[in-house]
Each structure stands twice: as structure tokens, then as C-alpha cells.
């Protein structure tokens, strides 16, 4: 599908991401499979878009976000057939249909950890997340966050300062700048190597509170795992821990002192089985595995490297899918199989199931038949 298709599928009334993220899974043919498979009401719509786009409300729609695209540079519409798209996000159950994006592409092809934390941070929040956020930078990680006040922001401005990538997620249209005092940091992800905002959201949507808990999954979704800085008990940075954590990423905490309110929801975040992160290397070592395996080789562009995988002739990522087939095999005779350890075996799974070789059944691992 191309992007006017996507823009009109993420239009389409009353299908939200999750039922769009369900029909993609059956692989459905353009425009029958879609027609078949959608609600009646927005069958309608893509019905009359396909057959006479210029009385379509859909067409308008469309229009808005290419003309949005071609006005400036630096502005892409990102889908599931963009060779940009970051990979990542195909595996949690609501990704968006579409993402507007201003800015250096180049910083989804980094390993990515998202960053948050309070609006209201301690002079010690503030310290920490500056010095994890610039630390991992200098890593070659790419900060991801929603360039809110607070923890957020001071870490996507530090990664930027030490030279490397942050990715901020809005919960608005893409031109919309929220907070409004953040407009510095709005203008340098944007237009600074490494940086990149993101939104789902057409442009012209202003800010709305329903949208945050929305834009908190993309956050996650984004990355490898998810570090929680500073957050009081009550705070929206556990929503963003329970996302990453229903989405099978790794969370990380920050610890403090027991006297600190800002502080409580990571300790919380710990006894409910969080990592505890007293260094990035912490964090680096916890998602190396990951990290070195999901990127390309240095060098290869997400282009070039998509299009070498994609091919016919794929070559099999790892020995361990020639011991699966459609029937499920078990984790310990898998691990006997190989004559790996019970946790290499599990990484590797799990990377294989992110690139969408195997899945995870009753009874064990199963491969799955590749496009």
C-alpha cells in the first residue's frame, strides 16, 4: 500500500489502531480485503474514496497531510511500507496506522530507550536524567520521550547536547508545539541531526488528555525498554511502565530516598520486579543483546538494509529456526536441541518473534511462514 492508501485507511471513521493492526495481520489485498474486512460504515467510506475520491471527506483529509509533506523538508509520513518505519512498533497490539514525522529519520535506526519521569523533578531528577540521557547518547542510543516538562524534556535536550538522537512523541498534530514553552526544543529535534518529532495525529490537532495515555504507547513502542527516572506515586510515568511492561519490554527505575514523594513510584516500579539502574551501563548491558542484533550492520541505511532482508532469498537470521516448524516445539527441548543455555535461547526467540520468524503458542515455538 502506498501513502495516500494509509492516510485514507487511518481516516477512516470509527476503526481505530488495534482493528487496523488486526486486518493488517491477515494480509488483506487492496481494496477487497479491506472492504471485507471493515465495519460497514467505514466500508462505505473507503468504498466511495475508491470510486469517486473527489466527493470523499477522506480525500481531504489526504490532501492536507501530502501537501503538509511536500511543504517543507525534513517532513515524512511514515506507515508499515515505509522503509523507515521503525520495525518495533509492528509488534505491540495498537500501533498507529500512520506517523507524521519532521526531522532526522536516521534516529529510529539507533538502539532506542525511552526516558520518563515527573513534571516537577527534584534538583537530583534532574541530574539523573541528565547524566543517564547524555551517557547513553554518547552510547550511540537514541532517547525517546514525549517532550513534556519535567524529566522528559531535560532528557531529550541533553542527548541532543551531547551530540546525539532523541525522538519525541506528541500527543497533538505535528505543528502543534505542547507545551508551548518548549518551543526551543520543539525547533532543535526538528532541525538538528538526530533529532525527530512524531505525532499520530493529523496536523492542526491541538493537545488533548486523552491523547497522552495514546502517545505513552508509541513512547514504549519505540523502544528497547523503558527507564523511569523520578515518579511519584500517582504519576503518568507508571502508565508508561505498565504499557512497556504489557508490551514485553524491559523496565528500568532509578532509586532514591525513601523521604523523596517524587521519587515513590519507582520505588514502587522495584518491588513490583522493575530493573534496578544505578548506571546506563546497567541499562546498556541489560539490552545489548537486543540492541547489536535489531540494527543493521554500520554503514547499511534502513533502505538498503530492508530491501537486502526482504528479498526471496532471505537468509535464515538465526540456526535456532531450523529446529522449528508449524508445530510447536517446546523451550527445553529447543534448548537441548541447540545445546544453548535457557536465557540465550530465550533472547534469541524473542528477537526472532520482534522480526516476525516465530511466534509463541500453546506448547511452545512455532515458525512462521515468511511473505
Known amino acids: ?66 501537501t503538509w509533506q511536500s511543504s517543507a523538508p525534513g517532513r515524512t509520513l511514515l506507515h508499515r511500507d515505509h522503509p523507515a518505519w521503525p520495525r518495533l512498533l509492528n509488534q505491540i497490539p495498537d500501533p498507529p496506522a ?22 516537577r523533578p527534584t534538583s537530583e531528577g534532574t541530574y539523573n536524567a541528565q547524566t543517564f540521557a547524555r551517557k547513553l547518547a554518547e552510547r550511540g542510543w537514541s532517547i525517546v520521550s514525549g517532550m513534556a516538562l519535567g524529566i522528559d524534556g531535560v532528557a531529550q535536550q541533553a542527548a541532543l547536547d551531547a551530540g546525539g538522537s532523541s525522538v519525541a512523541v506528541l500527543g497533538c498534530g505535528i505543528d502543534v508545539i505542547y507545551p508551548a514553552r518548549h518551543r526551543a526544543l520543539y525547533q532543535q529535534l526538528s532541525d538538528s541531526p538526530g533529532g525527530l518529532v512524531l505525532a499520530e495525529h493529523p ?12 502517545r505513552n504507547r508509541i513512547v514504549t513502542g519505540l523502544s528497547l525498554g523503558t527507564l523511569v527516572v523520578e515518579a511519584a506515586e500517582k504519576s503518568g510515568s507508571l502508565v508508561s511502565a505498565r504499557l512497556a511492561m504489557e508490551q514485553g519490554r524491559d523496565v528500568f527505575a532509578l532509586p532514591s530516598s525513601l523521604h523523596n514523594q517524587q521519587a515513590r ?8 520486579g522493575a530493573a534496578m539502574a544505578c548506571d546506563p551501563e546497567d541499562i546498556v548491558s541489560e539490552l545489548q543483546h537486543w540492541a547489536s542484533e535489531f540494527l543493521p550492520a554500520p554503514g547499511v541505511g534502513i533502505a538498503a538494509h530492508r530491501s537486502a ?56 515455538w512455532v515458525r512462521l511462514p515468511r511473505p
Open 1 to 66: 500500500m502506498d501513502t495516500r492508501e494509509w492516510l485514507v485507511v487511518n481516516a477512516l471513521p470509527g476503526v481505530g489502531a488495534q482493528r487496523i493492526a488486526e486486518l493488517v495481520a491477515q494480509q488483506p489485498q487492496w481494496p477487497q480485503g479491506w472492504l471485507a474486512g471493515l465495519p460497514s460504515k467505514a466500508a462505505s467510506a473507503l468504498r466511495l474514496w475508491c470510486e469517486h475520491p473527489t466527493k470523499s471527506p477522506l480525500q481531504r483529509e489526504v490532501e492536507t497531510s501530502l
Open 98 to 119: 500512520v506517523l507524521w514525522a519532521q526531522g532526522d529519520l536516521g534516529a529510529l535506526e539507533r538502539p532506542t530507550l525511552a526516558m520518563v519521569g515527573t513534571r
Open 203 to 214: 496536523p492542526g490537532t491541538r493537545a488533548h488528555p486523552a491523547f497522552f495515555p495514546r
Open 265 to 272: 513510584g519507582c520505588l514502587q516500579l522495584l518491588r513490583q
Open 309 to 364: 532482508t526482504d528479498t526471496a532469498v532471505e537468509p535464515l537470521p538465526d540456526a535456532l529456526l531450523g529446529l522449528l516448524s508449524a508445530s510447536p516445539t517446546p523451550i527445553d527441548a529447543l534448548v537441548q536441541q541447540s545445546g544453548s543455555s535457557v536465557s540465550d535461547c530465550q533472547q534469541r526467540l524473542l528477537m526472532l518473534e520482534i522480526e516476525g520468524w516465530v511466534a509463541s503458542r500453546a506448547g511452545g
